[in-house]
Structure formats: structure tokens, C-alpha cells
């Protein structure tokens, strides 16, 4: 059977924390090979980058600066991640990073600046960059139609644009990755939008620990009952099922499609 990787999570989460070990090895087992942890502010940069040492041939490492934390960087915050892209000579990618008008008076002037400069590192080392976005489609498509993109391309991370938005967005460079908490009846929106998307453009993940998917695609639960409400990585498998349903395709071909994808947009061999 086709491996699985997860193109966007967060096992650095405090939240995983008593139970890691438990989630890495069901992770294994239910064969997946790679995910992509990303951190969203300073503070959990490390933390990535120590969860990537310790797991090589896992974990993928990226940092970022997500729009909920802008107001929380540093005066160096910039050289502070340049210096880890230097020092980690490519074996570090760029994200969570985006835009975000949904989240309570977003200062998005300060957003655009944040997101262009980590933009524009990744376009430099032509380095993978993992995209949020909510609510501010038209001020991201401005940025890259007019800033310097990565080569690779460049991943909106949980896609929930409009399919009118993909043809566009595709020709950018775009890959889109799906996620399982889309699985709801009610995202027909996004469902129309992945139908739209290249078969060479599509990829999955958790951003586990949230975006729970819906019953009955919750397989994987966490131990404890603070946990249990939270989103399982190994739920990768799904994510696979419940969008093969919604493309109308054989589930073995979506798993090989995704990972094709996924070792094409992510230098895994580098990892």
C-alpha cells in the first residue's frame, strides 16, 4: 500500500505533548512516512526543530510567523529565521504564514508586511511556504501576482477558497491540500473547489491537533479525556478516504496521487 504524508500539521502542540511518543508510533504504523510540523510564532520555533532532530525521518520542520501572532514577534524576528534558513541549508521550510481578515480586528497592513518578507525569504532559497488565508483571498492573490514566489511553488494550506479562485491560484504555482475537518456535509464550497484543482496540485493533511474531521472519519482518538476532543495526525487516513469519495476516484490512486505531489513540492530527500 501507498504511504501517506500529512503536508500540514502541528505535533510541536503542547497539547500532544504527554502523548507523543503513542501518536508518532500509531502514526507509523498506520504508514505514515513523512509530516510537515509547522510552528506559528518564535516561541515554538525550537520546539520544531528539536521534534525534527529527534524524528528525521518523519518530521519536516517549518517556521513561521502565522497572522494571529504578528503582534507577538520581535524586533529580529526576520533574522531570527533567516539565520536558522541559512544554518539549516535547506532542510528547513517556511510557514505557517498568511493572512487572516476572519480573526478579531486583524491589522492586516501589518499582516501583508509579515507575510511579503516570509514570502520573500522562501522565494530567495526557493524553500517550500505553507499559506494561511481567511477571508482575505483578493489581498493574497494581489501579493503573489506582484512578489517574487519560490520556483517549487507554494501550498495554501487547508484550502477554503472558491473554486472560481483555483484556476488563478494554479497558475501561480499553487497546491492546495485538503483537510479533514472539509469532510462536513456543509463545505460543498471547498468540495466543488478540489474537483476544480490539477490532479498534480492536490495534496492532504490534519493540522492536527484541530480541525477535527466529522464522524465517522474520527478512526484515530487521543488517550486522555483532555485529549480526546483533539484531532489525531494518523486521521491522515481519513482525510484520504473521505476525499477520494468526493472526487469520485479509487482511494489507491488518490494515495498515490497525493504523495507523487508530495514528494514533488517537499525536498524530502534533504530531510
Request: net charge neutral.
Amino acid at each position: 500500500m501507498t504511504t501517506l504524508c500529512d503536508a500540514h500539521n502541528h505535533l510541536h502542540d503542547v497539547r500532544f505533548l504527554a502523548e507523543l511518543p503513542g501518536i508518532l508510533s500509531t502514526m507509523h504504523d498506520a504508514g505514515i512516512t513523512h509530516c510537515v510540523v509547522n510552528g506559528t510564532c518564535e516561541g515554538d520555533w525550537g520546539h520544531v526543530m528539536a521534534l525534527a532532530r529527534a524524528n528525521p525521518r518523519m518530521i519536516l520542520p517549518s517556521i513561521g510567523l502565522h497572522p494571529w501572532k504578528v503582534s507577538t514577534r520581535s524586533d529580529n524576528w526576520l533574522e531570527k529565521m533567516t539565520s536558522t534558513v541559512i544554518r539549516e541549508s535547506g532542510r528547513v521550510f517556511i510557514g505557517e504564514c498568511g493572512l487572516d481578515r476572519w480573526m478579531h480586528k486583524p491589522n492586516i497592513e501589518e499582516q501583508k508586511k509579515v507575510f511579503i518578507s516570509q514570502l520573500a525569504l522562501a522565494s530567495e532559497y526557493n524553500l517550500p511556504i505553507s499559506i494561511h488565508c481567511l477571508k482575505a483571498w483578493g489581498t493574497l492573490l494581489e501579493i503573489l501576482k506582484t512578489h517574487h514566489r519560490p520556483q517549487r511553488g507554494f501550498l495554501l494550506h487547508s484550502y477554503g477558497g472558491s473554486p472560481e479562485l483555483v484556476p488563478e491560484l494554479a497558475a501561480l504555482g499553487g497546491y492546495f491540500s485538503f483537510s479533514g475537518y472539509f469532510l462536513r456535509e456543509e463545505k460543498k464550497k471547498v468540495h466543488e473547489a478540489f474537483r476544480r484543482i490539477p490532479p498534480d496540485r492536490v495534496m492532504v493533511e490534519t493540522d492536527a491537533p484541530d480541525m477535527l474531521p466529522p464522524e465517522p472519519y474520527r478512526k484515530y482518538s487521543l488517550a486522555t479525556s483532555a485529549t480526546h476532543s483533539l484531532n489525531h495526525p494518523a486521521n491522515l487516513l481519513s482525510v484520504v478516504e473521505g476525499l477520494a469519495k468526493i472526487l469520485e476516484i479509487r482511494e489507491s490512486h488518490l494515495r498515490s496521487l497525493v504523495s507523487e505531489n508530495f514528494h514533488s513540492f517537499f525536498p524530502v530527500e534533504l530531510s
